[in-house]
């Protein structure tokens, strides 16, 4: 089941251990925000761990210090980046060297793909919680 997370700066779309974001255009992801968003997923995965989707369909900006934060969350376990746009592409890879754990950080042409590297993840961490396509 899909459920959808209206914030004033964008949509959350909530599946499968999977939180997929969509800013709105010229919004910025600050540390407040972030939290929200961290809170959806634990409030949604029942303390479960997570991946997170960042699908950039808009620009916006993003505070650099929500990897930081984001990567001292012990449910979080990766991070995919979605967009075909090569400056939004570009920014994505500074942003990447604020997240800790950078294997866990990838950026993907489709949102297709980055869904099934981050089930594959997901699935890796319990086989006996096995999430689906």
Not at 45 to 64: E, L, T
Not at 77 to 106: G, H, M, W
Request: aromatic share 10%.
């Amino acid at each position: 089941m899909i459920k959808k997370v209206e914030l004033n700066c964008g949509v959350i779309w909530v599946h499968d251990r999977i939180l997929i974001n969509e800013m709105n255009e010229g919004a910025l992801l600050d540390v407040e925000t972030n939290r929200k968003i961290l809170q959806i997923g634990h409030d949604s995965f029942n303390n479960d761990f997570f991946g997170y989707i960042s699908h950039r369909i808009n620009s916006y900006a993003v505070n650099p210090m929500v990897y930081r934060e984001s990567a001292e969350n012990p449910q979080l376990k990766a991070i995919a980046v979605v967009s075909k746009d090569p400056v939004t592409r570009q920014t994505a890879l500074l942003e990447q060297q604020f997240y800790a754990n950078k294997n866990c950080f990838k950026i993907f042409s489709s949102l297709e793909e980055a869904t099934a590297w981050m089930f594959e993840l997901i699935n890796s961490y319990s086989n006996a919680n096995s999430v689906r396509l």
